[in-house]
């Protein structure tokens, strides 16, 4: 049982790039999370999926897009890196009533 | 507005002294609150959820819907509590959390 795997953990991108964030669950969880960690400012959640083919904007969602096709997998994109966008990703997942199994974050640099 | 609010970026106590993250938050309902933790290095993980009322690693959390805080409180810190501490809120009817700003706890031989 790995719970919630992401990858990569590192990347530097440069403007304008485009990458793929990856996340997988084995839990069979409904929810879940895509959050931001930036210093000082807690996590700020991107988006979130409450099922397969089910997802919906979080409190910071430009520049960002995801998909859930699967209850395994929830990928997060982004087209065209900007410098905002350097910051820590932490993918997570939930059961309604449960708290949160978290990864181990991606560190995302863009220069 | 739904908001969590840690007053306090860093805290930094003597290994054996009383410590307390203070958390307060703004909701119109019956809130759900939890306190998160990551350990240097490693990804964040469920400490508290307020209604378990249990005690984890000597800590505890006690919910005042009249002040609206949920405080982390341990009476002797240890140093392999130094680590980021985060208070979340989870509104009624959904599965998001909502952060504060995360406090950093740092506990001194």
């Known amino acids: 049982n790995a719970g919630v795997t992401q990858t990569p953990k590192f990347r530097i991108l440069k403007i304008g790039q485009s990458m793929t964030l990856q996340c997988t669950q084995d839990?069979?969880?409904?929810?879940m999370y895509w959050y931001r960690q930036d210093p000082g400012m807690g996590l700020k959640l991107i988006y979130y999926?409450?099922?397969?083919?089910?997802?919906d904007k979080g409190e910071v969602p430009n520049g960002y897009n995801v998909s859930r096709s699967t209850t395994e997998d929830f990928p997060l994109r982004l087209e065209l890196a900007a410098p905002s966008q350097t910051s820590v990703y932490f993918c997570?997942?939930?059961?309604?009533?449960?708290?949160?199994?978290f990864g181990s974050g991606t560190r995302l640099t863009v220069v | 507005a739904q908001r969590v609010t840690q007053p306090e970026k860093l805290l930094s106590v003597f290994k054996g002294a009383p410590v307390e993250l203070k958390c307060n938050y703004s909701?119109?309902?019956?809130?759900?609150l939890f306190w998160y933790v990551q350990y240097s290095r490693q990804r964040l993980q469920l400490l508290l959820r307020?209604?378990s009322r249990e005690s984890i690693k000597g800590f505890t959390a006690d919910l005042n819907k009249g002040e609206t805080s949920f405080h982390l409180k341990k009476p002797f810190a240890q140093e392999e509590d130094s680590a980021m501490y985060y208070c979340?809120?989870?509104?009624?009817?959904?599965?998001?959390?909502?952060f504060g700003q995360g406090t950093t706890l740092q506990v001194k031989p």
């Open positions: 997570a997942s939930s059961l309604p009533d449960v708290g949160y199994t």
């Open positions: 839990m069979n969880h409904n929810y």
């Open positions: 999926s409450v099922g397969a083919g089910i997802t």
């Open positions: 909701y119109s309902g019956s809130p759900e």
């Open positions: 307020h209604i």
């Open positions: 979340a809120l989870k509104p009624a009817n959904t599965g998001k959390l909502i």
